[in-house]
Antibody, heavy 121, light 107 residues
Framework: EVQLVQSGAEVKKPGESLKISCKGS????????IGWVRQMPGKGLEWMGI????????QYNPSLQGRVTISAERSVGSASLQWSSLKASDSAMYYC??????????????WGQGTLVTVSA | DIQMTQSPSTLSASVGDRVTITCRAS??????LAWYQQTPGEAPKLLIY???RLETGVPSRFSGSASGTEFSLTISGLQPDDFATYYC?????????FGQGTKVEIK
């Protein structure tokens, strides 16, 4: 059974750093791209970026202005989303999701349960 | 960025109704278009990809169609589990973009 299990909810202060993770199981992790999607409270979905572990391809949404880093660790079968300095506006639910097609960045067929990030002084 | 505009924003319907949600792209996405369903507190669920292909396990009452840059999601015979928010997404051009969502609520 394909599963994406995300790390738990986080409460942070502005300026702090954070790394959240997404561990894939039940499939060949290196063969499928993983994307990240943000959902602010009461709002819609926003595509943040994607990483393809097989060739280390990474694409970001320019709207993020370089504030996040997406990565994948093939050895542990996990993808990560990282901030070096959080802002209150980063408070949101973050989802990871797997591409539908092996070896290609496409629509997302399996999703993690979401990680809620709260940034507050 | 490619803008995805969904209509309506909210749709009131009854069980058994046939409903259609529209998504218009600001430029060609070559049918690289997906539809997702999201219920409160849950992650989105893929319904349709490549504009009209039904994801495995999704009931056949869901269907997708395309005409140029206009896409439609139709639910034929609305069921209680279908009251949710629906999003379109283009994955043709980076950055990938979602529509603003259409909430299907009980009339």
């Amino acid at each position: 059974e394909v599963q994406l299990v995300q790390s738990g909810a986080e409460v942070k202060k502005p300026g702090e750093s954070l790394k959240i993770s997404c561990k894939g199981s039940g499939y060949s992790f290196v063969s499928y791209c993983i994307g990240w999607v943000r959902q602010m409270p009461g709002k819609g979905l926003e595509w943040m970026g994607i990483v393809c572990p097989i060739d280390s391809f990474i694409q970001y949404n320019p709207s993020l202005q370089g504030r996040v880093t997406i990565s994948a660790e093939r050895s542990v079968g996990s993808a990560s989303l990282q901030w070096s300095s959080l802002k209150a506006s980063d408070s949101a639910m973050y989802y990871c999701a797997r591409s539908l097609v092996r070896g290609s960045a496409t629509a997302f067929d399996f999703w993690g349960q979401g990680t809620l990030v709260t940034v507050s002084a | 960025d490619i803008q995805m505009t969904q209509s309506p924003s909210t749709l009131s319907a009854s069980v058994g109704d046939r409903v259609t949600i529209t998504c218009r792209a600001s430029q060609s996405v070559n049918n690289w278009l997906a539809w997702y369903q999201q219920t409160p507190g849950e992650a989105p669920k893929l319904l349709i990809y490549l504009a009209s292909r039904l994801e495995t396990g999704v009931p056949s009452r869901f269907s997708g169609s395309a005409s140029g840059t206009e896409f439609s999601l139709t639910i034929s015979g609305l069921q209680p589990d279908d009251f949710a928010t629906y999003y379109c997404q283009q994955y043709n051009t980076y950055p990938w973009t979602f529509g603003q969502g259409t909430k299907v609520e009980i009339k």
